[in-house]
């Protein structure tokens, strides 16, 4: 069942080249690979509900389909079951269906070497004693490199030793979110209470607060709250403090109260050590010179590491041959396109400029407010959408409401002197443009 798993994994990864990421998160995101017959050469898949089957059946069977025969080189049935309709399985059978990924991310399935010894040893310590090593820990280093596993290694080690404390993990982008809804169902004591009554506090992403005044006003007040309880608060980000331009000073200022760790890309013998450590969980062994082959090609992801080890197991396997350097090519080449940034849309941009000032997305767009923070979210994102999508002036006009290319190109202009002439605004769009890029 665990090769059934990898194999749905590469599926995913022939599915999301195909289509739109709206519709593979809504459509084949929430599929589940349950059963693979080679004799009779079928296949069945777990979807929610009719609902759900009906339109996977209308619009991405054949997709599925063609990617299945993609990996199998010959056709299958692909059946999509329903909850209802799923057989009852014995619990053995249940564990050995759980994917590698179930695995607990702790410091002792943390590979440890000199770009990331320094975190490692701080984070170690802050789990061995919360709110007494280093409050605020912060954490900061580029996408894929571990930071968030070392917010779940300080999270499980915290609860083994001490099983009753509360926990709360958020990404900052959620946290803001949480924010917003609360105050649409006036329930903010109920929000508050959710964080400040923490012993521990786990932030990811905290950059994504930056430029949100109503996120940074609740996030200082959580921050001094649990810091002056002597609770521990463990942050992560792209950068550090100093570098989030858009973050309020009283709050960069507590960011670095503590201490400060950066994580930078695995050296050489790092990298085998993940590679051979992957391996070694899926059961599996990978031959000295292609481990090396792997390394001296990925040399700045830890996660594609770790997904080259999982795609060649698959292949190996589906394909009844041994690893090797043609095997390795071929999956480092499909990992460095599927690692390639999807588009990022003019909707992705409204929403983080209107996260941004506090509004909606449809005040930005709409053509009848022109409240002044509305005008100015409006302007932002006009520029913004200009500088990240190069679309023509007329296309952003009909995105904000059908306005006359005119007046795109008036907008521009002005932000254009208004950048150049006040620094805060700069940093403002600077930070929103890098918030969308790390989406």
């Known amino acids: 069942m665990d090769s059934f798993n990898e194999t749905w994994s590469i599926v995913c990864d022939y599915c999301r080249n195909k289509i739109t990421k709206v519709a593979f998160q809504t459509w084949i995101s929430r599929i589940e690979p349950k059963e693979i017959d080679f004799d009779l050469l079928q ?6 509900n009719e609902f759900h089957r009906e339109t996977v059946t209308r619009c991405y069977l054949n997709l599925l389909k063609d990617a299945f025969a993609e990996i199998f080189g010959q056709n299958f049935d692909v059946k999509l079951i329903v909850p209802d309709e799923v057989e009852i399985v014995k619990k053995e059978a249940e564990k050995e269906s759980n994917s590698d990924d179930d695995t607990p991310l702790t ?9 990331n010894k320094f975190a490692h040893a701080a984070s170690s310590a802050v789990a061995q004693n919360p709110g007494g090593a280093y409050n605020p820990l ?7 490199l571990g930071k968030t596993h070392l917010l779940h290694a300080i999270k499980n080690e915290v609860l083994s030793n001490n099983p009753d404390m509360k926990i709360a993990y958020v990404k900052g982008d959620d946290f803001t979110n949480e924010i917003v809804d609360s105050l649409r169902r006036v329930n903010q004591a109920e929000f508050r209470q959710k964080y400040r009554n923490a ?7 905290v950059q994504f607060i930056g430029g949100k005044e109503s996120t940074q006003e609740e996030f200082f007040h959580t921050f001094n709250a649990l810091y002056e309880a002597k609770k521990q608060i463990v942050l992560t980000s792209d950068r550090p403090p100093k570098e989030i331009k858009t973050l309020e000073e009283r709050l960069r200022t507590r960011f670095e109260w503590g201490l400060i760790a950066d994580i930078q890309p695995p050296d050489f013998e790092t990298r085998i050590a993940i590679l051979k ?6 059961d599996f062994v990978i031959p000295d010179d292609i481990c090396e082959y792997i390394a001296t090609k990925l040399k700045t992801n830890v996660r594609q590491l770790e997904g080259v080890v999982k795609k060649i197991k698959a292949k190996s396997f589906l394909n009844g041959e041994k690893p090797s350097i043609t095997m390795a090519q071929e999956v480092i080449s499909d990992v460095q396109t599927n690692d390639v940034p999807v588009p990022v849309t003019v909707e992705k941009i409204i929403e983080e400029v209107a996260r941004t000032f506090g509004v909606t997305a449809e005040e930005i767009r709409s053509v009848k407010n022109r409240r002044a923070t509305l005008s100015n979210a409006r302007q932002v994102a006009i520029y913004v959408v200009r500088q990240v999508t190069g679309l ?10 059908g306005r ?8 521009i202009q002005e932000m254009e002197k208004k950048i150049e002439k006040d620094t805060k605004t700069k940093e403002m769009v600077d930070d929103i443009i890098k918030n969308i890029q790390d989406m």
């Open 43 to 48: 296949i069945k898949l777990l979807v929610p």
């Open 107 to 115: 410091f002792k399935n943390y590979i440890v070497g000199p770009s």
């Open 138 to 144: 912060f954490l900061y280093g580029n996408s894929g």
């Open 199 to 205: 012993d521990v506090l786990l932030v990811d992403d």
């Open 277 to 282: 450590s992957k391996a070694e969980s899926l």
């Open 392 to 401: 023509p002036m007329t296309s952003i006009g009909e995105e904000f409401g």
């Open 404 to 411: 006359h290319y005119s007046t795109i190109v008036y907008t």
